[in-house]
């Protein structure tokens, strides 16, 4: 059996409560039950929800954190039965429309062509959109239109958007290897192998980073990892956990959380490890601290923000990682990252509930309900907009107002 067979076979995908597949369904009993939420709650906020709308079935049980992107005043969005759209952001109104499958009568299709698993979420610039699927390809289409372009195999799955820099389309792949594809033909330019990975591990990959002509993701071992651009050269890594544990779920230590860079200071997480701040020209470790995490953090001017394996959600000093407060009220909730919208950090739940908290202190200061399914990708935050998508393809835009 393939390594890539082996792993896909073991995957823990912890963040929806997903079981290692091919082994044993996941028990109720075996999973912290959510902390409910209050009843009583008074929030101190406004919120205004601008629009809602579907994208084909989101992410369906795949397990793929879908995040929208938006580009221009467009939003452009992918599911995992083969749809990819562009809306108007400010109203949800549909651009265009595309599927994998022509289908005809009563719903039936051409039977030879598959849908297009889509997964991670779109990556857009000028006119050229790539996106990555659950079966190992890259695709290319006209943003402007959705017309199709090239398509490109790779070895594994594509769980994380990719990212166009230049005239390259770069995407990662769940066996640990990165691919440089040429933005116009999807010919492939380079290709990183990260050599061995963990036959255990969460399922998920943080998306790539591109900034000064070097490429930053967190590997599935932990590590937080710098590529040359221009022909994938390893510059330098930097571990943001160890490995160790008496058990194989103990030394998970994926970095599946997005790196995020902050002038010239890079901000990266793993599970069973450190949040960590590391000098991006050098890979020199300005500070680490301890925190477990599966998710992507946020930043602002003051504070990193983080939602650790337990789904409490943190501020931290952006200078040292000292604490600066903590919010249990969510706890096994099974939040998504966090984003920043204003004065607020936005964080989506397994039952559909969109959750806004104030920079300053954590308090909780609003709520509102997407659907009734739970949201796994990282809200999106464009301006004074937030977009949230939850696993069945439902996006809401919503805007705030102080009362």
């Given at each position: 059996m393939k390594p890539e067979t082996i792993k896909r076979a073991l995957?823990?995908?912890?963040?929806?409560?997903?079981?290692?597949?091919?082994?044993?369904?996941?028990?109720?009993?075996?999973?912290?039950?959510?902390?409910?939420?209050?009843?009583?709650?008074?929030?101190?906020?406004?919120?205004?929800?601008?629009?809602?709308?579907?994208?084909?079935?989101?992410?369906?049980?795949?397990?793929?954190?879908?995040?929208?992107?938006?580009?221009?005043?467009?939003?452009?969005?992918?599911?995992?039965?083969?749809?990819?759209?562009?809306?108007?952001?400010?109203?949800?109104?549909?651009?265009?429309?595309?599927s994998s499958r022509t289908h005809?009568?009563?719903?039936?299709?051409?039977?030879?062509?598959?849908?297009?698993?889509?997964?991670?979420?779109?990556?857009?610039?000028?006119?050229?959109?790539?996106?990555?699927?659950?079966?190992?390809?890259?695709?290319?289409?006209?943003?402007?239109?959705?017309?199709?372009?090239?398509?490109?195999e790779v070895s594994g799955e594509v769980l994380a958007s990719p990212v166009i820099v230049g005239d390259m389309v770069v995407a990662r792949t769940g066996d640990g290897r990165v691919y440089a594809l040429d933005a116009a033909t999807g010919q492939r330019r380079w290709v990183y192998d990260q050599g061995t990975v963990p036959l255990l591990s969460l399922r998920g990959n943080g998306s790539l980073l591109a900034a000064n002509g070097v490429l930053f993701f967190g590997s599935d071992d932990g590590k937080l990892v710098a590529l040359r651009q221009d022909n994938g050269a390893k510059l330098w890594e930097q571990k943001l956990a160890s490995g160790e544990g008496r058990t194989e779920i103990d030394r998970l230590n994926d970095a599946d959380g997005a790196i995020l860079l902050d002038g010239s200071t890079l901000y990266g997480t793993a599970y069973h490890g450190n949040l960590a701040a590391v000098d991006?020209?050098?890979?020199?470790?300005?500070?680490?601290?301890p925190f477990s995490s599966f998710e992507s953090p946020a930043v602002n001017d003051h504070a990193v923000y983080g939602v650790d394996d337990a789904s409490v959600v943190w501020a931290f000093d952006k200078n040292g990682g000292a604490d600066m407060w903590k919010n249990d009220a969510l706890k096994y909730r099974w939040l998504t990252g966090p984003a920043v919208q204003g004065n607020y950090v936005v964080v989506g739940d397994l039952e559909g509930?969109?959750?806004?908290?104030?920079?300053?202190?954590?308090?909780?200061?609003?709520?509102?309900r997407l659907s009734k399914k739970a949201i796994r990708a990282q809200p999106l935050v464009v301006g004074d907009t937030v977009y949230v998508e939850d696993v069945e393809g439902r996006i809401g835009a919503y805007r705030l107002s102080a009362h």
């Open positions: 995957l823990v995908a912890l963040a929806s409560l997903v079981t290692l597949a091919g082994c044993h369904s996941f028990k109720k009993e075996n999973v912290q039950p959510p902390t409910p939420l209050a009843k009583d709650f008074k929030p101190t906020l406004q919120v205004t929800r601008l629009w809602r709308t579907s994208v084909g079935d989101g992410a369906g049980t795949s397990g793929a954190r879908l995040r929208p992107t938006v580009v221009d005043g467009v939003l452009y969005a992918a599911s995992t039965d083969g749809k990819l759209v562009a809306l108007d952001a400010a109203s949800g109104k549909n651009l265009w429309s595309k005809g009568w009563f719903g039936w299709g051409d039977k030879k062509r598959k849908d297009a698993q889509y997964a991670g979420g779109p990556a857009v610039s000028g006119d050229l959109l790539a996106v990555g699927t659950l079966d190992g390809h890259v695709y290319a289409v006209n943003a402007k239109d959705g017309s199709p372009r090239w398509d490109v991006g020209p050098s890979g020199r470790p300005l500070w680490t601290r509930y969109v959750h806004w908290l104030q920079t300053g202190d954590g308090a909780l200061a609003a709520r509102e």
